[in-house]
């Protein structure tokens, strides 16, 4: 029971996560700091999606479901819980780059406006 429990609590920890390294920029508006905190989590979210990789809190939750005697899952993250909600169809290396693109640019729009545009006035 504990490890299910654990399991799930991983799964909000990594949305949580994506959640910030998507739209963390707007929290730049209101604490600058957060830009030590938000720019590696930018860059960890685009490198692993632009190489394919998996988020070690995914084989965490794995291993954590297979003790608590449920079944783990063998696709990404993403594929297994935002996908398809999404999209209807698997994750393809396309939808891959185009999520890495997208942190990216949400973020970029974020940062420009907060340092360009600010101090250009």
Partial sequence: M?????????VCLHLGFIFFAVLGGMLIFRWRW?????LPAILWSAWIE?????????????????RGGIVGYTTSFIEHYLIPVIYPAHLTRNIQLLLGTLVLAINAGAYWRIFI????K
Wanted: aromatic share 6%; hydrophobic share 40%; charged share 15%.
């Fill in 2 to 10: 504990v490890h299910r429990i654990l399991a799930d609590l991983v």
């Fill in 34 to 38: 957060v830009v030590w905190l938000h």
């Fill in 50 to 66: 632009y190489t394919g990789g998996i988020c070690p809190l995914t084989p965490l939750e794995n291993t954590l479901r297979t």
């Fill in 117 to 120: 545009c600010k101090n250009s």
